[in-house]
């Protein structure tokens, strides 16, 4: 499904269309059935991709195998009526990051046992990252170690994937997952040397690896164009910054992947694609927006309903305080601050706790509350601001369950706009 859609990103831009597709990083049904909904539309290719920690065949934080979240995202597509042979699955980050704490060689056994899952699962897009340093790795692992770990992983896709071939991105300088943990200022870029040499070095390992067909399958390498965000603050494209790196593009035998790309300005966005970044990855800038509307919802649910006895933001609080482990490491400060930032830093790490069952019931009652309301337009203009225009002009209905797609289908439209090249 849809590795010729990778492929084809390349030929596109040597023919003088710079074109990309939008990884949708997510595995929230609300962020995905827009992405189905919106890309069905459009009559294009969607790419839905899960995470190492996400999704591995011990069940990651989702409590979902690879094979698992294939029927999920399969499940929503026959609810949105889209056609699952335009559906793309990726594996991002796959390698030993949940597995750090272990010798190296027992990391990179599970690694494997975990590509193999999202293998055998049909996924065909592999972002293999083993850039991080395991139990008695040297800081950094040296480029050659991560490249020959990459390729053993390859090895493994290749030998357990099913008729269609993966297709691979590779990169030795890979941001952060979910952004940064503090604010960032200034970040420096990949160098023109440095990208060239980790193709030469992972061309190299896939040989040694017996593997260099799958060389050719590479559609994507990972560099830092000066593209990030911390729980406060976003670093903005700098087209100007990074000629030195997108003057190299027409020279290496894949196109760029951009990490990190959440709240980048429409503009930004473009810019990316134009300048070689064929594959730009959302994921907290979606689930930032869903939080936003359900927030919005629940301000608007205080104005039009009786008292009730808690809202969605108090449960969500006790949900996370009670259970600290997807944010502590994360966010610093006074008590206040870490308040602050559990509901509405960039990181979004509030996304883990939406699959929590007090939370997925108190969105359910938020929604079945205003089930049926048509929201008046004055408070929609105060919490619900972005949608304005939207509704005035009988684009989206002045319902909740609108209101909470439009806002995800609205980050997603830029990204839509920016993949489709100019004209």
């Known amino acids: 499904m849809g590795t010729a859609t990778l492929m084809s990103l390349g030929a596109s831009r040597r023919a003088g269309r710079p074109i990309g597709i939008t990884s949708v990083c997510s595995a929230h049904p609300v962020v995905i059935g827009a992405a189905l909904a919106l890309t069905r539309a459009e009559g294009s290719d969607v790419l839905i991709e899960a995470t190492c920690n996400q999704v591995n065949q011990l069940g990651g934080y989702t409590r979902m195998t690879p094979a698992d979240f294939r029927g999920f995202v399969a499940q929503i597509a026959v609810d949105e009526g889209f056609d699952q042979s335009r559906l793309i699955l990726g594996g991002d980050h796959l390698g030993p990051n949940p597995w750090t704490h272990l010798p190296a060689e027992t990391a990179m056994e599970l690694a494997g046992e975990m590509v193999a899952a999202y293998a055998a699962a049909g996924f065909t897009k592999i972002h293999l990252d083993t850039s991080m340093a395991c139990a008695g790795d040297p800081v950094p692992v040296p480029e050659p170690v991560i490249a020959a770990r990459a390729a053993r992983l390859a090895r493994v896709a290749e030998q357990t994937a099913g008729e269609q071939r993966p297709v691979y991105v590779i990169g030795t300088e890979v941001p952060v997952p979910g952004g940064a943990k503090e604010a960032v200022e200034h970040l420096a870029l990949t160098t023109p040397d440095a990208a060239r040499q980790t193709v030469a070095i992972h061309r190299a390992a896939f040989a040694q690896a017996g593997i260099t067909d799958a060389f050719d399958r590479v559609v994507g390498l990972v560099v830092q164009p ?78 039009l309903l009786p008292p009730r006895k808690s809202s969605l933001r108090a449960t969500m609080e006790a949900v996370m305080t009670g259970n600290p482990l997807h944010w502590a ?56 601001a972005a949608a304005r225009d939207e509704v005035a002009a009988g684009a989206v209905a002045p319902t909740a369950r609108a209101l909470i797609r439009a806002a995800v289908t609205r980050v997603l439209r830029a990204y839509a706009a920016a993949c489709a090249g100019p004209g």
């Open 226 to 303: 000066g593209v990030e965000f911390g729980n406060e603050n976003v670093v903005p494209y700098d087209p100007a910054a990074a000629i030195p790196l997108t003057a190299l593009v027409g020279t290496l035998p894949m196109l760029y992947e951009a990490h990190s790309t959440d709240y980048q300005s429409p503009g930004a966005l473009a810019a990316l694609v134009r300048d070689g970044f064929a594959i730009l990855k959302v994921g907290p800038g979606l689930t930032f927006a869903l939080r936003e509307a359900l927030y919005g919802l629940d301000h608007i649910a205080d104005c």
């Open 329 to 384: 490491k994360y966010y610093g400060g006074t008590a206040v601050e870490q308040r602050q930032q559990r509901h509405f830093s960039y990181s979004d790490r509030i996304r883990y706790y939406w699959s929590d069952p007090r939370a997925v019931a108190a969105v359910a009652e938020l929604t079945d509350l205003l089930d049926g309301i048509r929201i008046p337009d004055p408070l929609i203009s105060q919490y619900l």
